[in-house]
């Protein structure tokens, strides 16, 4: 347990304090006046109170580098736990915490995201399906990268759920930022919701940009009378982002100059299918072989469901601004980002990162790198794609100029 003031050394991005329970924030803001007091006039920092709405008290603030850059590493599909009676399951996790490990190493992020399908739920055992989180986070505790997940359909399966594998992380991951949405919200299966604000200084009181992230729930209910859970994010969701926009530019002041945002979904908006037979590999680069609308996808095994996560994509496209882009994972072929025009905005798939789960020849291992050039929300994003043995392709700006 720790109150006092927490440096990170390896400038990680990662600057703040920590502070457990609400005794301990009031004798902490004493300790801050005093030491001002006290400081006076060579103490050249400014102090303020912590910011009302950030949700992690406890936790240290994720801020921008003394540079002004920001860098995201996403990993997604990791798809842990697959056939674990068999040898060569587990040899894929050996191989994809190798790659983990590697690619922490030699990217250095800021803050990592895990983005959906994190374990593959329909081979896990109830009595001990969520151990295979402490495998995942393993590396990024042992380096220390503050970080925060989205869950994917297979990570809702009849012994595994998204709540389980967000308890456990919350329990064995000291610096993840992942939390659940408030009860209503998220609809059947559903509660990864939740947004982090990152800093540009430490001391600021208004966050530089906001990290949204999003359930889009799918796979199967918990227990033995399984049933499909549907595969888009809940309409309850488009409500809960209006009031929590609200909520921000009341504290915070108008989104518009203020901050940026950047959001997460494991499946991508229904409205992107549409993009894919207009995509050009020049303006568009990245893998592009996986049909959207294939296998579990939103809404299209039935489709009287088709365009039901609508309500979802028009709340995020009109309440959260300066919003750089929309970045799913779920189709393991795809890799490119492209810009959504009824809604003009950037949507990227990630890279497909486990060794688990479907692939093809030539697909290969990697992540997406997402970095920020300044904490200026409106400054666009440089993004591509990192493959295991270092090789990177599909670089793009994602500003107002792109496609
Ligand atoms: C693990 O990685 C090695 C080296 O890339 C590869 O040869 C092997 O097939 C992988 N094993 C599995 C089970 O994916
Ligand atoms: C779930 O866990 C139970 C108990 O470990 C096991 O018998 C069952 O095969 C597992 N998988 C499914 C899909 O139920
Ligand atoms: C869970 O238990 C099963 C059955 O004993 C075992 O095969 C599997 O390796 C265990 N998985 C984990 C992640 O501990
Ligand atoms: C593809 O994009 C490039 C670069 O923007 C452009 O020069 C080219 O004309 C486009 N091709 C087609 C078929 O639209």
């Not at 603030?61 to 697959?82: M, P, Q, S, W």
């Not at 659940?180 to 059947?188: C, D, L, V, Y």
């Not at 992230?213 to 994010?233: A, E, L, Q």
């Not at 093809?360 to 990192?386: C, K, M, Q, Y």
Request: hydrophobic share 35%; with cysteine; aromatic share 10%.
């Amino acid at each position: 347990m720790s109150q006092s003031t927490m440096q990170h050394p390896s400038g990680h991005g990662m600057r703040g304090y920590s502070r457990d329970m609400p005794y301990f924030t009031a004798m902490f803001v004493i300790c801050i006046y005093a030491a001002a007091a006290l400081a006076a006039p060579t103490g050249s920092r400014q102090i303020t109170l912590d910011d009302p709405l950030n949700p992690y008290p406890t936790k240290p603030r994720i801020t921008f580098r003394g540079d002004g850059t920001f860098k995201i590493t996403v990993f997604a599909d990791l798809h842990y736990g697959e056939n674990p009676w068999d040898a060569w399951g587990p040899e894929q996790d050996v191989n994809s915490t190798i790659l983990m490990k590697l690619v922490l190493a030699e990217e250095q992020p800021d803050y990592v995201v895990l983005n959906g399908d994190l374990i593959t739920g329909e081979n896990t055992f109830k009595q001990n399906s969520t151990r295979l989180i402490d495998e995942i986070v393993a590396p990024l505790n042992e380096v220390r990268i503050p970080f925060s997940s989205t869950h994917g359909n297979h990570d809702n399966e009849p012994n595994i759920t998204h709540l389980e594998e967000i308890r456990r992380e919350q329990l064995v991951a000291p610096l993840s930022y992942t939390r659940t949405a408030p009860p209503g919200i998220g609809g059947e299966e559903g509660p990864g919701t939740y947004w982090v604000p990152v800093y540009e200084h430490e001391t600021d009181v208004v966050p530089a940009l906001i990290l949204w992230f999003f359930d889009s729930r799918g796979g199967y209910s918990p227990g033995k009378n399984s049933t499909p859970v549907p595969d888009w994010v809940d309409e309850s969701v488009a409500g809960w982002i209006e009031q929590q926009t609200t909520l921000m530019d009341a504290a915070w002041g108008p989104a518009d100059t203020t901050r940026g945002a950047l959001a997460f979904v494991h499946i991508p908006p229904h409205a992107i299918q549409a993009m894919q037979p207009g995509l050009n590999s020049t303006r568009d680069p990245g893998l592009n072989a996986d049909l959207l609308g294939q296998g579990s996808t939103q809404a299209t095994t039935d489709p009287s469901n088709i365009g039901k996560d609508q309500p979802f994509y028009d709340a995020l496209t009109k309440y959260v601004k300066n919003l750089h882009a929309v970045v799913s994972g779920h189709d393991h072929g795809d890799e490119w980002c492209v810009r959504e025009p009824t809604k003009n905005i950037i949507f990227c798939f990630s890279k497909h990162s486990g060794y688990g789960g479907y692939s093809d020849a030539g697909w290969g291992h990697g992540i997406r790198n997402i970095v920020f050039s300044s904490p200026s929300p409106t400054d666009g994003l440089e993004s591509w794609i990192r493959m295991e043995d270092g090789e990177t392709h599909a670089r793009v700006i994602l500003d107002a100029d792109y496609n």
